[in-house]
């Protein structure tokens, strides 16, 4: 991939000629994660995870996904190359996650937690310096809904979430349910 020229292409949809693109071998078209990342105004190392994840979940996407690097400052850092179907399907889950907000996920989550225990739980409910998603004190429950960014790339909370709930738990001694959205 050494060999890959930028330079924008006339030929794809209205959509995608927003991306900036490599032409390869074979005349395959390529853009990377760093476009991504500009174009929807995300860290870089977000859309990563986030292309990481979905290869994840559909490996037969690696020959239209491909892991690279590139240097920014004199460091290397990961990104991922992709054809023209590797962006289409890339795009695809970004304007999804785009369309529904974490806020509008979140109130979904709750509210259909409430309607089906018929429990009311409050939101934002402060405990010290930390405020959760919701916390319903009939049950002595706190939930948390969260997004991609809570979680390792190996699936496991990270670390400053978990001490976050740790400290919670200690404070409530309450359970703790967490949604993955």
């Known amino acids: 991939m050494n060999d890959l020229r ?20 074979n ?25 990481r994840r979905i290869l994840l979940k559909i ?3 690696s020959s239209d996904i491909i892991k690279s690097r590139y240097v920014s400052r004199g460091k290397l850092y990961p990104c991922y190359d992709m054809t023209r179907k590797g962006l289409e399907i890339v795009k695809l889950h970004f304007d999804l996650c ?4 974490s806020k509008t ?8 937690i409430e309607q089906l225990q018929g429990i009311r739980i409050a939101r934002q409910y402060t405990v010290n310096n930390y405020r959760l998603d919701g ?5 002595n429950t706190a939930y948390e809904v969260d997004d991609d ?6 699936g496991e909370l990270n670390e400053s979430c978990r001490k976050r709930q740790e400290e919670i738990q200690n404070l409530l001694s309450c359970s703790f349910v967490r949604i993955r959205i």
């Open 6 to 25: 930028m330079r924008k292409v006339k030929e794809l949809p209205d959509c995608l000629n927003l991306f900036s693109c490599k032409e390869g071998i």
């Open 98 to 101: 785009i369309r529904v907000s």
């Open 149 to 154: 960014y809570h979680y390792e790339t190996t």
């Open 59 to 61: 490996p037969e996407l």
């Open 135 to 139: 916390y319903c004190s009939d049950n």
């Open 27 to 51: 005349n395959a078209i390529y853009t990377d994660s760093t476009y991504l990342a500009s174009l929807y105004g995300r860290p870089h190392k977000d859309v990563v995870g986030s292309i």
């Open 105 to 112: 996920r979140e109130d979904i989550a709750l509210s259909t």
